[in-house]
């Protein structure tokens, strides 16, 4: 063999060494690192309903939107109570992004749904009557327990039922994604988050599902609720944890969830969080104005405002795929839009402003403007394109009008490349530009 031919295997070799050590599918081995999944990327191990293009993908996805803001308006429209809601309540959530996880010990792999809208989290148990393939399996985990309806855990779940008299388990029904509901009972174990252990983490146990909305692997709540992730984590965390969600265009899908204070970036900007005690799960910011290219958005204070007696506001959400504005608010920045940018304009979907790609040069930035801080959005995430590449349309649409409609959600196709830092323990959120295809 000569010294060509053994330069050359050995070149070879070296690619495949460095291709598996460093696949992109693989998940970080840093402690305070998760990688974030879009649950159709090539890293997921869920197919998408059917091969399409990715804008569709996402039009599809899009199509739930409308009933998951109703559903949040619903909600900050309640008032609080030390009972939860009834069985049978709505949680529309919809699964854009997902994150790999171990339940139990052994540790179980789980691949669970990330919301920041929701607070507990809940997986398929073995025996799950209508579940996927891929259960967690109570029986073979040393450290799994019960939960008596006596145990506090069991009033902060919605939906829960406990038996009239005497003692026995903590039983919960929820409808999820307008076509589907579950029954579950609330459990104990232990939760691996990278190599961070949680022991007796709280979740649902589900053993029941009808409709094919529920999440095959289960939903991790990353909300301010008592059975959120960072609730129950207490000082593990300090109450910190970032994401940046990679683009639905990106191959691989591959971000990053940050739990705690370690990694976060040092120079990234905040705002305060606002809290709502009649919806303590949400993440409101106070957006006081959206500026089009250099215009200020005309729009009347109302529609930004926050209000915790009607839940009107703006908040962060992870499930939602627009952004969506109250219907005011978003004529006035869809009119603005409009005047700068050269139509005819045509209707995709959700989307009412798209024209000619070819007059994209023209689209203006659009500033989210915050207290201490002014969020211009790139073009990636205020412009969605045709399958064909033809049309270019305003990456936004009105909220639902109904009589709830208070609520303008910050979605995920415009936290797309943009590290989004929540500090519950301060208060303040913070928002950096960061590519993390």
Not at 146 to 164: E, H, K
Not at 393 to 398: D, N
């Amino acid at each position: 063999m000569d010294l060509m031919t053994i330069s050359s295997l050995l070149f070879f070799a070296l690619l495949i060494s460095s291709a598996v050590a460093t696949s992109p599918c693989d998940s970080p081995s840093d402690n305070s690192d998760l990688s974030v999944i879009h649950i159709y990327g090539k890293c997921s191990p869920f197919d998408p309903p059917k091969p399409e293009s990715w804008v569709n993908t996402v039009l599809d996805m899009a199509l739930k939107d409308p009933e998951r803001v109703e559903y949040l308006s619903t909600l900050v429209a309640q008032k609080t109570t030390s009972v939860p809601i009834a069985p049978g309540q709505q949680t529309l959530n919809i699964g854009n992004y997902v994150v790999r996880v171990k339940i139990g010990t052994p540790g179980q792999p789980m691949v669970m749904v990330l919301d920041t809208s929701s607070d507990a989290a809940w997986v398929p148990c073995s025996g799950c009557v209508g579940c996927s393939a891929t259960t967690f399996s109570p029986n073979t985990s040393s450290t799994y327990g019960s939960l008596d309806c006596s145990m506090p855990q069991c009033t902060q779940v919605r939906g829960f039922q406990c038996p009239t008299t005497g003692s026995g388990g903590c039983f919960f029904n929820q409808s999820y994604g307008g076509d589907s509901s579950f029954s579950a009972t609330l459990v104990t174990d232990s939760l691996t988050l990278g190599k961070d252990v949680v022991p007796n983490y709280a979740l649902g146990c589900i053993g029941a599902v009808s409709g094919g909305s529920i999440p095959p692997q289960g939903l991790l709540g990353l909300g301010r609720g008592p059975l959120s992730l960072l609730s129950q984590t207490g000082s593990l965390y300090s109450g910190i944890f970032s994401y940046c969600l990679p683009s639905f265009k990106s191959y691989y899908f591959s971000g990053s969830l940050k739990l705690g204070p370690v990694g976060q970036p040092k120079s990234i900007r905040t705002t305060p969080l606002l809290r709502n005690p009649h919806r303590p799960s949400l993440y409101y910011v106070n957006l006081t104005g959206i500026s089009v290219g250099k215009a200020l958005v005309p729009a009347d204070p109302k529609f930004l405002a926050f209000d915790p007696n009607t839940g009107a506001g703006t908040i962060m959400d992870s499930g939602t795929v627009i952004t969506r504005f109250v219907e005011p608010l978003y004529n006035a920045i869809r009119d603005e839009f409009r005047k700068q940018v050269q139509g005819p304009f045509s209707s995709l979907g959700a989307f009412d402003s798209c024209f000619t790609a070819s007059s994209e040069a023209t689209a203006p930035v659009i500033t989210f403007h915050f207290p201490g801080l002014d969020w211009k959005l790139p073009l990636e995430n205020s412009l969605i394109h045709s399958s064909s590449g033809s049309l270019a349309c305003l990456a936004m649409a009105a909220a639902p009008n109904n009589v709830n409609s208070v609520l303008n959600v910050v979605a995920s196709l415009q936290q797309q490349n943009t590290r989004i830092m929540y500090d519950v323990t301060n208060s303040q959120i913070g928002i950096a530009r960061e590519v993390c295809n």
